[in-house]
Structure formats: structure tokens, C-alpha cells
T-cell receptor
Framework: AQTVTQSQPEMSVQEAETVTLSCTYD???????LFWYKQPPSRQMILVIR??????QNATENRFSVNFQKAAKSFSLKISDSQLGDAAMYFC???????????????FGTGTRLKVLA | DTGVSQDPRHKITKRGQNVTFRCDPI?????LYWYRQTLGQGPEFLTY????????KSRLLSDRFSAERPKGSFSTLEIQRTEQGDSAMYLC????????????????FGQGTRLTVV
């Protein structure tokens, strides 16, 4: 079974600085998707960034980028020029990409709480 | 596009009562997911549908929980004989079968229904 591990329960970053959130996963599949979701306090979860496993190029979305290391099964999120609005819980998630796996459920890690210091 | 809608947003019930939650997915999305989230934890998979077919249920889901998605549109999650341990946020998400290039693989979440069992 696939698992997702986030080993940093909490991280802090100064406003305008850069922070990296870690995520590792375990799978025997070669076709899958990885996601970072953001959940602000008392608000709904929204997608930050997505990575397709078959793509070697790391995904970027404005100030957000990932470091996808397929062999190491590592998927970290880098937030540049951190802003107060980035403060939230961040969840790493995995989803199989192959119908042969028999499931399209999303598997989440336990999350990292990011604090942004003014 | 109004997003994923969940109703009610909050529910307080006495132990032993039955409760039902509703989820309206994004209209063209054919997959619908239910997750449970407790404070400070990541979303825990409960079940998912493709159109009206319930394709997978978590082994953690007791027989007090049942979900339906008649006609492949909205979905309901019912909890019978509620227990204090059922207190949590219940999240609904929807997604669309991916097209070419991996588009549409992310799940879009609703704001959740917070259940408190007293």
C-alpha cells in the first residue's frame, strides 16, 4: 500500500524568506501524481501545485516550486518570498495514475503547519 | 462554477442519533470522495464514487457509515448511532477523469461539515 510521510509537524519562516517542506512517499507504481495542498485555518483545502511522475521537470507555480526526486521517492515544496498569507497547514498527497492499480483515492500525509513571522 | 458545496457546515448531535451530510460536487466531475479529518491530522480516506458506483470503501469505515451517490450527482454520507469518536470534520471532494497530459487529476474540496457528538 502507498504511504505518504511528512516528518516536519511545524515549520517557521520569516516573511520574504524561503522555506522548504519535506515529503516522502512509498509506492511500487511508476505512474502516479503528487500534490501539495494548503489548508488555511478554518478554510477549505486548495491545491498549491501538482507533479506528474512521468515528468522529469519539476513543477513551478509562481513562488511555489517542487523538488521531485523519483528514485528517492521525495517530493519537497519550496516557498520563496514567503508572505503572511502563506501561513497554513500544508499536506502532501499521492494518487495512483494507473487504472490497473484499482484505485484513484488520494492519500495524504499528516501535514506541516507553516508559520510566517513578520 | 460554484465549487464543491457541503451541507450543513456544522452539526451537533447527541450520541446515538443518526446524521446525514450532503455533498454537491462540481457539476462535470465524475469522481466524488469522502474524507474525515480530525484536528491537526491529514484527511483520512473513507470512500469514493465514480459516477454512481461506489468503487472503494476504507476498511476503517464501520458498518454504521453508509454513502450513496444516486444518479451520479450529489452524494450523502450517513452515520448511524453516532459515537463521540465520530466527532470530526467530514470533507467531500470531487475530480474529473484526467484527459491528456494529466489535466484534471487534482481533487477539489468543499469546506467540510464539522460534526460534534455530545
Amino acid at each position: 500500500a502507498q504511504t505518504v510521510t511528512q516528518s516536519q509537524p511545524e515549520m517557521s519562516v520569516q516573511e520574504a524568506e524561503t522555506v522548504t517542506l519535506s515529503c516522502t512517499y512509498d509506492t511500487s507504481e511508476s505512474d502516479y501524481y503528487l500534490f501539495w495542498y494548503k489548508q488555511p485555518p478554518s478554510r477549505q483545502m486548495i491545491l498549491v501545485i501538482r507533479q506528474e511522475a512521468y515528468k522529469q521537470q519539476n513543477a513551478t507555480e509562481n513562488r511555489f516550486s517542487v523538488n521531485f526526486q523519483k528514485a528517492a521517492k521525495s517530493f519537497s515544496l519550496k516557498i520563496s518570498d514567503s508572505q503572511l498569507g502563506d501561513a497554513a497547514m500544508y499536506f502532501c498527497a499521492y494518487r495512483s495514475g494507473s487504472w490497473t492499480s484499482g484505485t484513484y483515492k488520494y492519500i495524504f500525509g499528516t501535514g506541516t503547519r507553516l508559520k510566517v513571522l513578520a | 462554477d460554484t465549487g464543491v458545496s457541503q451541507d450543513p457546515r456544522h452539526k451537533i448531535t447527541k450520541r446515538g442519533q443518526n446524521v446525514t451530510f450532503r455533498c454537491d460536487p462540481i457539476s462535470e466531475h465524475n469522481r466524488l470522495y469522502w474524507y474525515r479529518q480530525t484536528l491537526g491530522q491529514g484527511p483520512e480516506f473513507l470512500t469514493y464514487f465514480q459516477n454512481e458506483a461506489q468503487l472503494e470503501k476504507s476498511r476503517l469505515l464501520s458498518d454504521r457509515f453508509s454513502a450513496e451517490r444516486p444518479k451520479g450527482s450529489f452524494s450523502t454520507l450517513e452515520i448511524q448511532r453516532t459515537e463521540q469518536g465520530d466527532s470530526a470534520m467530514y470533507l467531500c471532494a470531487s475530480s474529473l477523469d484526467e484527459g491528456t497530459g494529466g489535466r484534471g487529476t487534482e481533487a477539489f474540496f468543499g469546506q467540510g461539515t464539522r460534526l460534534t457528538v455530545v
